[in-house]
């Protein structure tokens, strides 16, 4: 079996350091040694080597020890790397920013023009979010939400009818910026919202049904968001039924005033479909309609999907509070963010 060497051992050593700051805050030497079961000289080694590097700094002292060296809290240098999340819409962006603590340091929210250079705008939106604190920022990474497909390998988005859009909006953001930037489908990152802080928490598999303006779905499985070859995966709304699609089923004015039952009705057939191809064992029904329809709707659809599904499966309401699409953005422009920069 091969083993860590010295520098890897370290490495980790710091990584799991930082992870447990991320998690709890400032933190003592003492209590960095009692979460970790690192020893003492091991612990004061780390601490000094991520101080130097300017990954973390004194924090003030607690009274939980007595003065000294042991009542010194090491906390994160937050301002180290910020990232920015963006939800591009038909009609409008908008972009969170964050330090690599996590904390949201500036929301914007624009309008889109009726043909706007992308790029620019987008940018200067993520440069408004960075500088809202009066300084200024660069954004480390940037992911970036948009309706359509995003091939998986190359990034290159398909049409989204967003006004502006372009295959290529990703690397020409990039070039804008000079951030790492990564573009992914909406529902995928609202999903992702619902799998590390939702209704899906701890769930190994599972679907996001996305009722909102557009319907698809997001799909986890054995622990991963999957994509498709192409970056379709989920497009549930292009299913058939009748001479009709089903997000023409489900659009605003189509299921404005149904009574819920009827509601039920429509939203069955798109939650059948996931669970007949994949078991996912629980359906999330997320967007604005999924949403506001709450516990109730949801148990509406379970008790049909009973009657139409043999595979025993969960259906439950999103619970992301605001914008799932724009907090699975920042999770994943922290996930990166920090893999980079902590190592």
């Given amino acids: 079996m091969k083993t860590a060497d010295p520098t890897m051992a370290r490495a980790i050593n710091d990584r799991l350091a930082l992870d447990l700051l991320l998690e709890h805050g400032p933190l003592t030497a003492t209590q960095l040694r009692t979460l970790t079961g690192l020893s003492r000289p091991t612990v004061a080694d780390l601490i000094e080597r991520l101080r130097v590097s300017g990954l973390i700094e004194q924090a003030g002292e607690t009274g939980a020890d007595r003065r000294g060296p042991n009542a010194r809290l090491y906390g994160l240098v937050s301002g180290r790397a910020h990232v920015a999340g963006v939800d591009l819409r038909r ?19 624009r309008p889109l023009p009726p043909a706007p250079d992308l790029p620019a705008f987008i940018a200067g939106a993520i440069g408004d979010a960075l500088g809202g604190a009066g300084e200024e920022r ?6 970036l939400g948009t309706p359509g497909l995003i091939h998986p390998r190359t990034g290159l ?3 989204s009818g967003v006004p502006g859009g372009r295959p290529d909006l990703g690397a020409a953001l990039a070039e804008r910026l000079g951030s790492h930037v990564i573009v992914e489908n909406e529902v995928n990152l609202a999903t992702i919202a619902e ?8 769930r190994d598999d599972f679907a996001l049904l996305w009722l909102d303006d557009g319907i698809g779905a997001g799909v986890v499985l054995d622990g991963r968001l999957r994509r498709g ?6 497009e549930v709304g292009l299913l058939k039924f009748g001479d009709a699609d089903f997000c023409a089923l489900m659009e605003p004015p189509a299921v404005r005033g149904l009574a819920p039952d ?3 009705d429509r939203i069955v057939r798109g939650v059948f479909a996931l669970v007949a191809v994949l078991d996912p064992g629980l359906v999330v029904l997320g967007g604005a309609l999924g949403r506001a329809g709450g516990a109730e709707l949801a148990a509406l659809v379970s008790a049909r999907l009973d ?16 914008d799932p699409i724009l907090r699975g953005a920042v ?8 893999d980079a920069v902590f190592g």
């Fill in 307 to 322: 009657e139409l599904s043999p595979a025993s499966t969960e259906v439950r309401p999103a619970v992301v509070q605001g």
């Fill in 157 to 159: 988005a398909s049409d």
């Fill in 195 to 202: 799998h590390r802080t939702g209704a899906a928490t701890g």
């Fill in 262 to 264: 009827a509601l039920a």
């Fill in 331 to 338: 999770l994943t422009a922290l996930d990166t963010a920090r």
């Fill in 91 to 109: 009609d409008a962006v908008h972009v969170i920013a964050a330090d690599i603590a996590g904390t949201e340091t500036g929301t914007v929210t």
């Fill in 229 to 234: 070859a192409s970056g379709g995966a989920g």
């Fill in 138 to 143: 660069t954004a480390h990474t940037v992911v």
